[in-house]
């Protein structure tokens, strides 16, 4: 694989309890694949946070990819669509300026209303999110393998 096949993982926690389901899809995922590495977890406080940690843990590199967790949710008081394409636009910003594949699983729903079978849905949803960004960071790395050092890889 590339310089690493240890993946970071940032989570941001506002509606933790949801956003927590994406890490558990990504972890079981890789497990069924028979990823060996590690997946090191970087809590944030919200979604806004994650590009710049992104960024940072890249640079360090000990990662072979960085996944991003967020929901980010209407809550009337500000447009949440804004904050969403800041931190989609900051998270490709981090992987195009280092190299390292920054992918994410941050969802913006237009109508989000916590509790029952809505939030449930939005909890399973977090799950198969998870697990397609854990074949995503593997498919990527081993394209970048591929490719060779310095050639889009980190």
Known sequence: ????????FIRARWHAEIVDQALAGFQARLSEMGHVGAVDVFD??????????AQQLARTGQYGAIAAAALVVDGGIYRHDFVAQ???SGLM???????????????TPH?????GAHEAFFRSHFVQKGREAAEAALQVCALYERLGPGDGGA
């Open 111 to 115: 109508h989000f209303q916590p509790g």
């Open 1 to 8: 694989m590339t310089k690493s096949l240890n993946f970071a």
């Open 44 to 53: 944030v406080p919200g979604a806004f946070e994650m590009p710049l940690l």
């Open 86 to 88: 800041a931190v989609v």
């Open 93 to 107: 910003d981090a992987g195009l300026q280092t190299g390292v594949p920054v992918l994410s699983v941050s969802l």
